[in-house]
């Protein structure tokens, strides 16, 4: 078996972690890095994460997440926080960072800027709320690929009040939306979904080969 596949089948979404072990700085930088490769629409990655050590601030967002103990056990907690405000400062911003970055001069990105504007304009808010959170996703997948390979174990999740994340983690002000989170560490000897099989869709209820 390959590789990614046993570290597929290796990670599962961790009920319980062991709350005395932490994730190396070394580790820690390979999940960053991991996950700031991510693939995104346009390459324009329209999110911030945010990363959450502090014990008394993860005992308060436990609280906003139906008091799921990853959030504080986990040794950290990654927030996926889609960009509400993305308008064409943003999209300057992304154009200058290619132009540097590849030594492209910014006029010769003039077309590809333009198309860019033209669609993040035309959307409305709740569409490029939609479009940026989508691109979370993709971020998060990444991190717990990345995880599984490091033998870190990660949950994904989506139960938390969002509206109160971002109320206790003060992203109304900055125009972010909490759109999913993880939390990384190690799973507890105890925590007994570990040992569950892998629940799937057989290859024929899942695939369509056209
Ligand atoms: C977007 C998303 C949100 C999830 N939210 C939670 C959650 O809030 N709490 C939790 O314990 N697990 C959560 N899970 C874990 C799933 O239940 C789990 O991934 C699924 O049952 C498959 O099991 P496995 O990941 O262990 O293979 C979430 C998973 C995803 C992808």
Redesign the pocket.
């Known amino acids: 078996m390959s590789n990614i596949v046993e570290n597929l089948n290796w ?3 961790t ?1 319980q972690f062991d709350a005395t072990k932490k994730i190396s700085d070394t580790d820690l930088s390979t999940l960053k890095e991991a996950v700031r490769l991510s693939a995104s629409s346009y390459g324009l990655q329209p999110y911030k994460v945010i990363i959450v050590e502090n014990p008394a601030l993860r005992e308060e967002l436990k609280a906003a997440a139906w008091g ?1 103990t ?1 959030i504080t056990d986990a040794s950290h907690l990654f927030i996926f926080a889609n960009d509400l405000n993305l308008d064409t400062a943003s999209v300057d911003k992304y154009i200058s960072n290619i132009s540097e970055t590849r030594g492209v001069p910014v006029d010769a990105l003039g077309g590809f800027s333009d198309m860019m504007k033209g669609v993040i304009t035309n959307l409305s808010a709740e569409a490029k709320h939609i479009w940026t959170a989508k691109q979370t ?1 993709l971020a998060l997948g990444n991190l717990l690929n990345a995880a599984a390979e490091l033998k870190i174990d990660a ?6 009040n969002a509206a109160k994340f971002n109320e206790i983690l003060g992203f109304d002000k900055l125009g972010l939306n909490a759109s ?1 989170i993880a939390t990384v560490g190690y799973r507890h000897d105890e925590d007994t979904t570990q040992h569950y099989k ?1 629940v799937r869709k057989s290859n024929e209820e899942l695939f369509i080969t056209l």
């Open positions: 990670r599962y979404a009920k799921q990853q996703y949950t994904p999740m989506e139960g938390f999913v892998k």
